[in-house]
């Protein structure tokens, strides 16, 4: 598992498949120029399977070869990437156990962005997919603001509510419209002088843990997120940050 | 259209029923949004009587000359009222009348000295002049379609969207499109435009999700589709979205572009958009008046319920929804062979014989409405990131849209579940339509159903649930039945929602050309001309 | 099996005309093969009396046995009759004479005082015992199967191949089909192994296009199926292919291994390996006696037919070749229950209406063989290296598949045009065959064929090609047929083709306790056991 | 042209598709290692879309990304990759004029490989798609000799007959197959002492001119051959090895 490789029908034989349009004619050197590319990219033997004009001056190649990289399986932290979810009743539990009120939470679709189907997964009573949302649990007291909620809506409703966690969902990135909108919102609430009050947290299909970091949110859910996955962090966390907190104070005394 | 006899043995006094029923509701819609216009309306008459552009700041000169007016609270009198008056006492037309407003220089309801008679006349013929130059372009276009090839003759239509986010590069997704045998091009709008309460101006570079509908962007894909269309001997029609808070506007300005068609659904700015009923619902009147004159076929949108509500259960509220907007398209001058109805392939692939409840719909629907185009759309709220997997799914879709003799197919693309689609992705999913059309093609017409079998139940028992909802809906209204979430399980306020403040109560001496003059019909124009 | 009633109205006349010319066929060449025996019949009777590995050369002792005895010449008594003298003479048992043999030390044919009534009874005596070992094992198995579930119960089989080359590999292949709805695994075999006149030994690490069929590949993979069925509780099939130059050797082998099911074509050998037509044929007659005594199911493969020959035109002669290979299966002792008869899907989707004759032939298999599993292939002969062409068009054949009420599928990958599939592919066109499967679940009794419409016509015209082409068959024979092409385009001469040498005629007093005794049938075999 | 890379839906946008099997098990882990190795090939903001358990220890990938590498498009020869190729009655005249005797042409699906369909749709009077094999020509005499035909008696017949040009078929490349089989074949040529009397030409859906050249073959086709694309080839290099032969002659003289 140090040095993992694709799998086609032999260990280790790295087969893999590409494919893409190159703004090129459709002639023969074409094929020539997607070997070409494969090969920039370290495959060895590309072959070209299939070829297609779309229109003129563009070609669609599908494409296999054998990559010769390979990845340190055992390298990447399973603890950071697997935390083992708390099921519902655990959530309720440990929130009764270490927190000393419900947690504010305050969500939307937000920007122009009309897709709520998501954050209504995460947050309504009826959840996802057989899992109750957030709205069914005890710990949280929650606040669906719904689809197309501006940045500016959004921070001032969570400003009055002082909610203890903010989950926006995000679904259209074409252009990276997502990478715009959450890095305006992240501004607003360090603007508000309220960032260190709050968990930050975004979600969406096509959203990454990594993006999520990056534009200074706390934490980001993707596809096969569930309600208790986000309610897990949120207990955790603010249960963490809780202690922390005493422990600083103390520490000040 | 529908070359199809019966298949589904459906009741004929249950579609009656529903056909009465749906045309009450309708009436009932009626009732609620007359003696209204809204900023919108008024807008698009500017348009029509011939203003373009924007001023410093970037604000499109038609809204700048209906708030300027509204502003005033004068518009009440139509703004047609105002313009006219301003052209006849100053022998400018509409389009520096405008600019003088945006430079500051002039008050339109400032009638110094001026014959309220002299300025309905003359906004009366500039708007006639407008739409004899619309009947004009669109005979002329008409005539020249008439020489070309139209694939689309014998097999369904295939409708492709374009969704790059710059016009330029969706001409080069369109060129692939039209090169693999698309018929029509739908460039979707970028993600914020319906709720923008003015058309955008000039060709878009950055959209999002989609690029801006704007005069310039259909002028830009309308010349390389002609241009493709000559070459190449076949005729691509170009389709766009009335949609949102600016349907009158839009539908205005793909008249004069050249549409050949236009989503056009009389609930979705409500439901998906969070649009107030009222302005949405007056503002659909208009859009398809202008659409039905125009000849430019609508497309309703009743596939967006079984993307938000579970597709098996809601079907009832589909075929309900569909009666509703034909009528309301009906009310409003949209001959049938001009309105598409819309439904969709949503079933997920784990439901039990769900390609027979799908079967049974796409049938239903094309027995419901012989003389109307219908329109499938393929599967995508259940897509998933799996390409194979939304490719199957989208190959069993376009042959049931064969097998049911649709004659509108929006094409499916393997990346449905991930982004709008790159350009090979159109190509690909063309290609499993043109297997389907050609390997079935005549697989509707070779086999029936069994009676009493699955597919005849299942389509007995939608139009049974659909005549229930519509008693409910002429009971109680179409604005308690948004409601109640009954389409699409959306539920709105009839109190609440976007551009409420743009709703205007006629006066009684309220004056709209454009509307007037449509009504009473262009000179020779034949409906169904660019069908 | 066959749950349909008729819905292609079949002229009943022409169907038993049918029936009664393919019978008549199979008779004359059984008149042709009778009283010849070949190699690898004999290398059978020595592998079920218990013979087995190789001696310094890799040469398969089995082969050095018969050899031995071929060398000089007297084969056509039967091998049993020279090793049975030996083991009654020597004591010793057939293995260890096989390994003197091998040694130089022993010669089979100098029987120095035997007597042969006690050789006959000696060989009678291990045949016996290794038939109730192959009984025993079979029944305990049968035993255990029914325990577990079989997905395939109400929906078709789906019969997936492996060809990684290295058998190790093919069970990790093995185990994700498995673990996605596969219900069968046939490893497909290295390239060559049709051209072999031996069966190699071992398991197999580097095969070109597939793994070899030897007895150890068979454990191998039998073992791993058997272990993820008792995890599963879901019983998982293994297949193999007789056909080639051992196809005695190989039934004999996946007898014993506890295979489920074998394909094996009468004709394959013949028409794709360009094996001696006598030589085939001969081998295929006692190939089957053994799959039938052993309750596997055989398939017979008319599907490449349609990869050599236009599919659209060959139609007829894969139903004619259908009928042969039932009645051929049939004189050999093989029950209907364990035929099942083989269809490919092939019609390029640019061919219109391809799909309704596809499924027309589909039914017509279905319809003429109610008693038989039918067994449906997927494209591959227009399959290009488009994975996603490739995936539609599987995925219109596994619709097919399930409307025709199909008992066995193999499923299509969509590499299927480059290369043998990778693990994935394999995965991907499950996924496939399990949509269609759910969603057009009762697709197959919910519609019916439009009388005298295009899937009707085609299927009648399609049986009446058949009959014309069995009765040119009864006149000339099959031979004739062979030669002139009428199977898949190929033309083999009657005089030529590989293992040739191999066919020996057996004396007056030939003995072969192995065919003897299966003939009687096996104290309590039920037929159709694992079907 | 002289830095072209994939496009999606924006020139230069770089934007791909891979896919494969990776020999992990299905964790969020996995995901992290299939963005791992897209990195490694130099993909930027890689993405899984899809991932899925094929069975225990393996999972399957969709990714997107964008690919930084280019091709310079200018700098493939399209001379050498694109040879227009002589029309049937073009090759008949060209032949005519240059060559002084028929070509002897054999050809066979060597080893055992049993797809003739390919080497037929090339010699056979019938051909491809409409297109007539080179036993239709008068410039040629064919010779096709099938399928599973083994090096040895290949190498036999082509010396029996004095063959001008070798046209030898593989299908079946799983486990580079092919690639012993052709490597043998040339050897087998070598050894007979007549290798530069004659061409040596391979095809087959998976045969490239590059590889056809690595392994010793003058030429190699793939996939969209057409029957007077082979002859073009055959008679232009017939002839131009008669004109240089003759020069060289000369000049020894
Ligand atoms: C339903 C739908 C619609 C509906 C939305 C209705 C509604 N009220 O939500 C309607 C029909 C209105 C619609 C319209 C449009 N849509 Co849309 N739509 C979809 C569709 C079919 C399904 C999305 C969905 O509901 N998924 C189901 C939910 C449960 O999944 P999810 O959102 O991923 O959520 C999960 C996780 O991501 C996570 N999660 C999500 N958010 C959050 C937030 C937090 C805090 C957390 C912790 C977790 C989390 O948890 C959820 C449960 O696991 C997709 C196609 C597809 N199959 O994905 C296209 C799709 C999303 N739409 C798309 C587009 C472009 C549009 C339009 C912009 C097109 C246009 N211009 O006309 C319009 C306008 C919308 C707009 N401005 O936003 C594109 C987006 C492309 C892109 N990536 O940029 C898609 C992918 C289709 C496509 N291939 O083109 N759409
Ligand atoms: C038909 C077929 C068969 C028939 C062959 C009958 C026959 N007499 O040819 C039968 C049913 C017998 C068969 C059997 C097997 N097949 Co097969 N078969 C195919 C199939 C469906 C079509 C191949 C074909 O005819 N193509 C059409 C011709 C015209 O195309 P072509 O060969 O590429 O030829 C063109 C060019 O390549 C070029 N060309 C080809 N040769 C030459 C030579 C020269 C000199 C030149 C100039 C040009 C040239 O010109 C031609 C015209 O453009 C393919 C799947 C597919 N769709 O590709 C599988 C396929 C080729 N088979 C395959 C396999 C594995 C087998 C078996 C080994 C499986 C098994 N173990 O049971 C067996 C045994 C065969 C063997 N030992 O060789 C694999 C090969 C995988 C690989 N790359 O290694 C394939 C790809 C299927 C798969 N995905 O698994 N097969
Ligand atoms: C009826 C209708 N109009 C318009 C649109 C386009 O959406 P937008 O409001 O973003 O233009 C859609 C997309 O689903 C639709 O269904
Ligand atoms: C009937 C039959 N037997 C056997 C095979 C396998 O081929 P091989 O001879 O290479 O084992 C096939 C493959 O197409 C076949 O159709």
Known sequence: ?253 | MASTGSKLDLDAGLVDGCRQAAAAVAEGVAERIAGCTTVSVERMVVRMLGVDGVDRFETPLPNVVVDHVHHQGKLDRGIAFWLGGAMARTGLSAQQLAEGVAAGELDLCNPDGADPEQGIKAASEATAEALAAIHRDRAQRGGWISQLDDAAADRPQRYVLTATGNVYEDVRHAEAVADHGGDTIAVIRSTAQSLLDYVPFGPTEVGHGGTFATQQNFRIMRDALDAWSCENGRYMRLSSFCSGLCMPEIAAIGAIEGLDNMVNDALYGILYRDIHMRRTLIDQSVSRRINGYAGIVINTGEDSYLRTADPVESAPSVVASQLINYNLARSYGVPDEQIAIGNAFEIDMSVENGLLLEWAQAQLTRELFPECPVKFMPPTKHMNGNPFRTHACDTLFNLVTVATNQDMQTIGVPTEGVFTPHIHDRVLGLESVEYAAVTARDLGDEIEFKRGGIIQSRADEVLRGAAELLEEIVADGLFAALERGRFGNIERREDQGRGIEGIVECGEDYFNPVIAQMEVGAPGVESGMYV
Chains 1, 4 share one sequence.
Request: hydrophobic share 40%.
């Open chain 1, 1 to 253: 598992m140090t040095a993992v490789r694709p799998y086609g029908d032999h260990y280790d034989d790295g087969l893999i498949e590409l494919s893409f349009t190159l703004p090129v004619p459709s002639r023969r050197s074409a094929r020539k120029a997607a070997t070409m590319l494969a090969e920039a990219m370290g495959l060895e033997a590309p072959e070209v399977a299939h070829c297609e004009e779309l229109t003129e001056g563009f070609t669609f190649f599908v494409l296999y070869g054998r990559c010769p990289h390979s990845v340190d399986f055992t390298a990447i932290d399973d603890a950071e990437w697997e935390p083992v979810p708390l099921s519902e009743p655990e959530i309720e539990e440990f929130a009764a156990e270490h927190l000393t009120r419900k947690v504010v939470v305050v969500g939307a679709s937000v920007g122009t962005d009309t897709h709520t189907v998501g954050i209504d997964a995460i947050l309504n009573l009826k959840g996802f997919d057989g899992s109750h949302g957030l709205e069914a649990y005890g710990a949280f007291e929650t606040h669906n603001l719904g689809g197309q909620v501006s940045n500016e809506a959004l921070v001032r409703t969570v400003l009055e509510l002082e909610a203890d966690a903010l989950l926006v969902s995000q679904t259209v990135t074409q252009q990276e419209l997502h990478v715009g909108t959450l890095r305006d919102l992240v501004e607003r609430i360090e603007a508000s002088g309220r960032r260190g009050e709050m968990l930050l947290i975004c979600g969406g299909p096509r959203i990454t843990n990594d993006l999520a970091r990056e534009l200074g949110f706390d934490v980001g859910f993707s596809k096969g997120t569930y309600p208790h996955h986000v309610a897990s962090y949120i207990v955790r966390e603010t249960a963490a940050r809780a202690a922390s907190e005493t422990e600083t104070t103390s520490a000040a005394l």
